[in-house]
């Protein structure tokens, strides 16, 4: 009877988990879906308007979704790298209302009632909407990496982050983006790279015409 009851009650568990709705914030480098990713740079590039996404994901398809609901009312993200100016330029989308800055890049915005027309429906089980975009400064030298991260602005509290179905905090999870600057061939290696094509190709069709 024990056994019985302790699997009913794993049942039940394993049901709920996988019902569960979860949020995912992270950067979005053009079409590139950064979630924890490395992107590959130039050196002394800097990235302009790259996204920072919520994304939904509903463990049960027959879930509501919370964000498409009746949108966000608010959120408060710090964004963090071991030099802080190489993040600039940080702007929440149009619609909401930009709080004071601070000294640490963040996005933090309020929006009564919620904005749910612009969030995007990728699937049943996944929507999402962009918080704002951030201008991100990659590596000065080939090999060098640089990671940018987002956190709560305020780790305390379960009220920075809202929906109009209410607080979200906990359903949470934050990603990062490193970039890797990349070598650049220099043109004159290029050219013999170049050369040394042609030639290839010219050997391979003097012996088919001699056969």
Do not use: H
């Not at 394993?14 to 740079?41: L, P």
């Not at 619609?95 to 601070?102: L, T, V």
């Amino acid at each position: 009877m024990k056994k019985l009851l302790s699997l009913l009650l794993l049942i039940l568990f394993v049901g709920d988990a996988s019902a569960e709705i979860v949020y995912d914030v992270y950067y979005r480098v053009g079409a590139f879906e950064s979630i924890d990713g490395n992107f590959s740079v130039n050196p002394n590039t800097t990235l302009d308007d790259v996204q920072v996404v919520v994304r939904e994901t509903i463990g049960d398809p027959v879930n509501e979704t919370s964000l498409m609901a009746g949108g966000i009312q608010g959120f408060a993200f710090n964004l963090i790298a071991d030099d802080l100016n190489w993040i600039t330029d940080a702007n929440v989308t149009d619609g909401f209302f930009q709080e004071p800055a601070s000294s640490v890049p963040a996005l933090m915005a309020v929006n009564f009632p919620g904005d749910y027309e612009a969030v995007t429906k990728l699937s049943d089980s996944q929507y999402e909407f962009v918080l704002g975009t951030v201008d991100l400064a990659g590596p000065a030298l080939p090999g060098q990496q640089r990671i940018f991260s987002i956190r709560d602005r305020n780790p305390g509290s379960n009220f920075d982050q809202q929906l109009s179905t209410g607080a979200i905090d906990n359903l949470i999870t934050t990603r990062t983006l490193t970039l890797t600057a990349v070598a650049v061939p220099e043109p004159s290696t290029a050219l013999a790279l170049l050369g040394g094509l042609g030639c290839l190709i010219a050997t391979g069709r003097r012996r088919r015409r001699r056969k």
